[in-house]
């Protein structure tokens, strides 16, 4: 087969499934990408942290008959180290220091020294906590992709209070080799895609949450198919109504990610066709931002649209961001600067 | 020398695992979880409504299981019946769950253990007391590629109907966000059927080939065996359990009286900050705690451990092949084993409720949630009894605490030194090689 290039690839990751003809070359892309990793002895690293495995879940349900023994050749599908293997991933590291690709699931607490997750013991029989091989091992990793949002931003495990201090992956390796791949979990072919790129073209484009565009460029509402209900103001109000889910708390209009066109689990269903409302899962604020689930965002006035909201839609190149704050509050979106912003800032 | 399995994976959360050996035989054991995975601090003070979708997040596989237990806590406090369809729609998404959770379980954690299979992490050059002739290896790993298409369609389903999987977005207080439309549920019929089929078919086939070239492990991994379920499936106004219901304890079987469970955190990394040891207790996280070994907060019954999963529901639901087990029911094979029976009972019994369903009927009861209440809620998982406890205070949750499998099944040491169901299966256990316990491993991963 003739190598894809990487316009093409991008163009086959951003298919909807609905797109049957760009779809059915989605699998031998990828299997293409993941025989020039087998090929090049390129493996993937996955650790676990603090997490409840619906990653690893989510990314499984991509093992497609095709990519099944392909995706082995490169990535341990026993997602975690066993007894005595604690140190293998640190072999792995050094042997292809630089190179390889580390994948971290879950968030990484780091109140007291990392206490509250030990991943193994050394040989004297010492604890490792988890926090020391994810900073040694991201420091040798040539690429490091954080799935799930716990991973990427610190998620559901890092609501205040957050008595472990549990924070996402960029927090503690250097962010300009850090792939965010957010979502609560994330959808299995944002993952393999990002996987993909990476081993045929090297990193992505990424947006200012450190997010490849080619899945989280857009909004959700503005791809819904309830978008037609929220222009003619018709909004439902209990579930199964008819109509937009905004009032019912929907948080499509500041999440980002293209589930609303790629559908889910067989590219038949998402959230909210299951008569719920989107809940912001792929936001870096999820879900202490997002929540309550069920009540509607708070309402904005027109002169209180922050520097900071604009400076999200400039950055993501989002045409409707005016649209967006219109509806929603600066207070919500505001503290939401993304890693360009944080250093020009110095923070 | 003790022996320290650290960590142990392919579980549903790693584990440690310390033996106390005398030799070839094991005295003492203690198995523990490894990392603080908590929701209570995260749902204290937060909307009522949120548990659903935040309690999901304990567990990636069981997570159905978790937002029917939220759901139903909340459906308790307001005293609310929820409409007879919306009941088989959670009973379908339970049921999908529970065989999604058996066949992850059989092909993903315990497999390895028995067959040599690429890149699982067993070492090379050390006797794993394989027996299973190379042909047949063979054909079971080919089963095994199967048992991720089939996971897939079971998650396709389960989408189908509830929005996405992992992680469901239509269960709701007072019932579930939408009905399963005519199509749908034809589709469903015949996703199905290929569910039943792999059931039928491959784990039939890989089940009865281990069975038989490991019965001795009919013998080992049992312990007391002190079996305990709440029940699940309702179905027309809770009158009509499918699994009612009930604990064996030394005495025999008894009815459950939920005044009689409490908390054991003794040998946890957590510390109570309230008095007594109510399942309302409210704890802190402290890793360095003086006496603690494990992360998980334990429950008890009666201050007696106590096993849960398939084996203890099948077993005291009368299902004949595990019954007449005996003694021996509560073993490696038998937890295997009543795995791959309850898989039979709830495809065939899936069909059943799908026809049951009546289009035209409403899928939810709407009510106000209380702004004061407590409630205790159940429901069950592939891996064991799931607890939920609820209290609100001011529209606002004050406490959430909830109970997982682990919690049974690996509830740290009770304060009256009781041991939990894993740690006395693997007790006076013979191990062939101290370096590679495959025997412990193999108990282990059949929970």
């Keep these: ?347 | 020398m003790p022996i320290v399995i650290n960590p142990l994976n392919r579980c549903s959360r790693p584990l440690k695992i310390l033996l106390n050996n005398h030799g070839s035989n094991a005295k003492a054991a203690e198995v523990s979880t490894t990392y603080y995975w908590d929701h209570s601090k995260t749902l204290k003070g937060k909307n009522p409504l949120d548990a659903i979708l935040l309690s999901q997040r304990t567990n990636g596989t069981d997570f159905i299981s978790h937002a029917i237990a939220a759901a139903r806590a909340l459906e308790e406090i307001a005293q609310v019946k929820i409409p007879e369809n919306a009941q088989i729609i959670r009973n379908i998404l339970l049921g999908l769950d529970i065989i999604y959770g058996h066949i992850t379980h059989f092909y993903q954690y315990v497999l390895p253990d028995y067959i040599p299979i690429p890149r699982s992490g067993n070492p090379s050059g050390v006797d794993v007391d394989y027996r299973i002739s190379s042909d047949v290896v063979e054909k079971m790993i080919t089963h095994m590629w199967t048992s991720y298409e089939i996971r897939r369609t079971i998650h396709n389903l389960i989408a189908l109907i509830g929005g996405k999987a992992p992680h469901v977005s239509n269960i709701v207080a007072g019932g579930v966000s939408k009905a399963l439309s005519g199509p749908d549920a034809i589709r469903a019929k015949s996703m199905l059927r290929q569910v039943s089929d792999f059931i039928n078919r491959e784990y039939t086939h890989d089940i009865w080939q281990i069975k038989v070239a490991y019965r001795d492990f009919f013998n080992i991994g049992g312990w007391e065996g002190r079996l305990l379920t709440f029940g699940e499936f309702p179905q027309k106004e809770n009158s009509n359990y499918y699994i009612s219901p009930k604990a064996l304890d030394e005495s025999g079987l008894v009815n459950i009286q939920k005044s009689l469970l409490t908390v054991e955190y003794s040998g946890s990394y957590f510390e109570a900050e309230t008095k007594g040891n109510s399942l309302k207790t409210q704890f802190r996280p402290v890793p360095d705690k003086a006496g603690g070994y494990s992360w998980t907060k334990g429950i008890v019954y009666s201050k007696q451990t106590y096993e849960t999963g398939a084996v203890a529901r099948m077993f005291l639901s009368g299902n004949k092949i595990i019954a007449d087990l005996g003694t021996n029911a509560v073993s490696v094979m038998g937890r295997l084993r009543a795995r791959l029976e309850e898989c039979y009972r709830l495809a065939e019994q899936m069909r059943i409720w799908i026809d049951q369903l009546n289009p035209k009927e409403r899928v939810a009861s709407e009510f106000e949630i209380p702004k004061e209440g407590e409630a205790i809620s159940f429901a069950e998982s592939s891996g064991g009894s799931i607890v939920h406890c609820l209290s609100i205070n001011k529209g606002k949750i004050d406490i959430y605490n909830i109970f997982d499998s682990y919690s049974w099944n690996i509830c740290p040491t009770t304060y009256e030194g009781q041991r939990n169901p894993m740690e006395r299966a693997i007790t006076g256990i013979r191990i062939a090689n101290n370096k590679y316990p495959i025997q412990v491993f193999r108990i282990i991963r059949s929970f």
Aim: charged share 15%; hydrophobic share 40%; proline share 7%.
């Design chain 1, 1 to 347: 087969m003739k190598k894809l290039s990487r316009r093409q690839f991008l163009k086959i990751c951003a298919a909807s499934g609905a797109a049957a003809g760009l779809s059915q070359l989605w699998i031998p892309a990828l299997a293409e990408a993941f025989g020039e990793a087998a090929k090049a002895n390129l493996p993937v690293v996955w650790i676990q942290g603090s997490a409840c495995g619906g990653c690893s879940t989510s990314f499984i349900n991509s093992v497609h008959p095709e990519l099944r023994e392909i995706l082995s050749e490169v990535l341990d599908l026993t997602f975690h180290p066993n007894l005595g293997q604690t140190a293998a991933p640190m072999d792995t590291g050094r042997n292809h220091r630089g190179k390889f690709i580390l994948v971290i699931e879950g968030a990484i607490p780091k109140a007291n020294k990392g206490a509250f997750n030990i991943i193994g013991e050394d040989s004297s029989g010492n604890d490792i906590p988890l926090i020391d091989v994810v900073s040694n091992l991201g420091e040798m990793a040539g690429t490091v992709v954080a799935v799930g949002t716990c991973a990427s931003y610190g998620g559901v495990s890092a609501v205040e209070p957050n008595v472990s201090y549990s924070v996402g992956v960029e927090n503690l390796i250097d962010p300009g080799k850090v792939i965010n791949i957010p979502g609560c979990p994330p959808h299995p072919d944002w993952i393999v895609g990002t996987l993909g790129h990476i081993m045929l073209y090297g990193k992505p484009d990424l947006d200012d949450f450190g997010r490849p565009k080619m899945f989280y460029g857009g909004l959700i509402h503005n791809n819904c198919p309830l978008r037609q209900y929220f222009e003619n103001s018709i909004f439902a109000t209990k579930a199964g109504e008819k109509g937009c889910m905004l009032m019912m708390g929907c948080k499509g209009p500041i999440a980002f990610g293209d589930c609303p066109t790629r559908q889910w689990n067989g590219s038949s269903s998402w959230c909210v066709s299951g008569n719920a409302p989107c809940i912001g899962c792929t936001d870096p604020k999820f879900p202490e931002l997002t929540m309550p689930f069920y009540q509607k965002m708070p309402e904005i006035s027109i002169p209180g649209i922050s520097s900071t909201a604009d400076n999200i839609g400039k950055v993501l190149g989002v045409a409707t961001t005016a649209g967006v704050a219109i509806h929603f509050t600066g207070s919500l979106i505001s503290g939401r600067l993304g890693r360009k912003n944080k250093s020009k800032e110095g923070d």
